[in-house]
């Protein structure tokens, strides 16, 4: 599925909703512990769905869960990782082996519920109408993502190999987060040896060639530049953000620019300096020409 800055533009989710979102979970967050209990006495009617409260203990923990997500709904924020919750919340339906006409009928009960209570809290009939249009926008998003992760959920278990593709696929996940741990911790560990590189060419500024040393210490404060934007890159990935090959062009070019500084006071010959040169100019064209892309495409 999309990235939630897509299903948001998709539902017209602006500035103005962010604010309504505010006041909407100022209004309903006090009646989490009432909305719990009413979902519970509405899901109970149902004798498919009652047969999922066989026990006490998971009575309380489904209370329990369904108030966490009624707030969950308009606490936000909604980013990557709040999809990720909601495909999850319809994989976890299929699993079970609960129906999608449910969980429509059950986001029908979370509106009503919801406007019941906006409607009664507010006496100015514009605010009531703006508040309602984002109370529409969030739970519609809510839904749309649900039962598109429950589609795909679906669809999967017409395959023999289900389980074991999702095996597979699980631990693949862990792996992949477990490397992209050990790829953090390997940039901390390079932003370290960097900053002790600069510390080392500011010192040699001072201590022998004044002119060297500050050119070396140059390219290394644009190495560290870069390792700090490596660094917040990696951090994205690991917050459920988009990777980007860009950043590495951008780290070359940088590189190439640091030997070009300290080519121009070392004795280098007319070739080697020319290839620097060189590899400068190309990889500028590449990133002018990605810049150029990206914008293209907006």
């Given at each position: ?24 979970s ?13 979902f ?6 149902d ?13 309380q ?26 495909q999850?919340?319809g994989e ?17 009960f ?11 809290s ?25 039962t ?19 095996t ?14 050990v ?28 002119q060297?040393?500050v ?13 700090i934007?490596l660094?917040h ?10 990777f ?12 190439f ?10 004795s280098?010959d007319a070739v ?8 400068t100019?190309?990889l ?15």
């Open positions: 599925m999309e990235s939630m800055d897509e299903v948001r533009k998709h539902y017209g989710f602006a500035a103005k909703d962010e604010e309504n979102l505010k006041e909407l100022a209004i309903l967050f006090p009646y989490s512990g009432n909305f719990a209990e009413a519970y006495d509405f899901l109970i009617e004798p498919h769905l009652a047969s999922f409260f066989k026990t006490d203990a998971a009575i923990k489904r209370k329990e869960t369904i108030a966490a997500w009624f707030k969950d709904v308009f606490a936000g924020p909604y980013n990557n990782l709040h999809l990720m919750r909601l999850r919340i976890v339906h299929v699993r079970i082996g609960l129906k999608g006409h449910y969980v429509n009928s059950a986001m029908n979370v509106r009503s519920f919801c406007i019941r209570q906006t409607v009664a507010l006496a100015n009939e514009e605010k009531k109408a703006d508040l309602q249009e984002t109370l529409n926008k969030v739970l519609d998003l809510n839904l749309d993502v649900i598109s992760s429950y589609r795909e959920a679906e669809l999967k278990k017409v395959f023999l190999s289900y389980k074991a593709e999702s597979m696929i699980r631990w693949s996940d862990r792996l992949l987060h477990g490397l992209n741990i790829l953090l911790v390997g940039l901390i560990a390079m932003a370290i040896g960097v900053v002790s590189l600069l510390v080392y060419d500011i010192h040699s500024a001072f201590t022998s060639d004044l060297t040393g050119i070396k210490a140059l390219g290394s404060l644009l190495i560290l530049w870069m390792i934007e660094l890159t990696q951090m994205d990935v690991l917050k459920g953000g988009k980007h090959v860009r950043i590495f062009l951008e780290l070359a070019l940088v590189a620019i640091r030997k070009l500084f300290v080519a121009s006071v070392e280098k080697t300096f020319g290839v620097l040169l060189g590899g100019f190309v500028g064209i590449i990133l002018y020409l990605l810049a150029k892309a990206d914008s293209w495409q907006k």
